[in-house]
Nanobody, 123 residues
Framework: QVQLVESGGGSLQAGGSLRLSCSVS????????MGWFRQAPGKEREGVAT???????SYSDSVKGRFTISRDNAANTLYLEMNSLKPEASGMYYC?????????????????WGQGTQVTVSS
């Protein structure tokens, strides 16, 4: 039984900050590529940030310098710290896992997904 549960979303004004959490059960986060993906209404889901089990991270150009992905392997939890939020950051944020060394922002090979947590940024 693999389960990913996102939390920490909410509504806030531009310039604010949020930290999203992804609590994982049924697999060991330490052994997986982990990612955050975002889907806004009318748009395709896109990769926001990923974290490999070797410590490598990748970010969408739109969030570089403002978002930070991290993991607490002992707690089996993934985080996304989001600072200086813009309205364009609004959407449903999903946590997902990929069983590979390569940990890109492309979603097709991510196998397990959470239910998502909503982030709404107002101007």
């Amino acid at each position: 039984q693999v389960q990913l549960v996102e939390s920490g979303g909410g509504s806030l004004q531009a310039g604010g900050s949020l930290r999203l959490s992804c609590s994982v059960s049924g697999l060991t986060v330490r052994n997986f590529c982990m990612g955050w993906f975002r889907q806004a209404p009318g748009k395709e889901r896109e990769g926001v940030a990923t974290s490999s089990r070797t410590g490598t991270t990748s970010y969408s150009d739109s969030v570089k310098g403002r978002f930070t992905i991290s993991r607490d392997n002992a707690a089996n939890t993934l985080y996304l710290e989001m600072n200086s939020l813009k309205p364009e950051a609004s959407g449903m944020y999903y946590c997902a896992t990929r069983a590979s060394v390569w940990c890109p922002l492309e979603e097709s090979e991510f196998g397990y997904w959470g239910q998502g947590t909503q982030v709404t940024v107002s101007s």
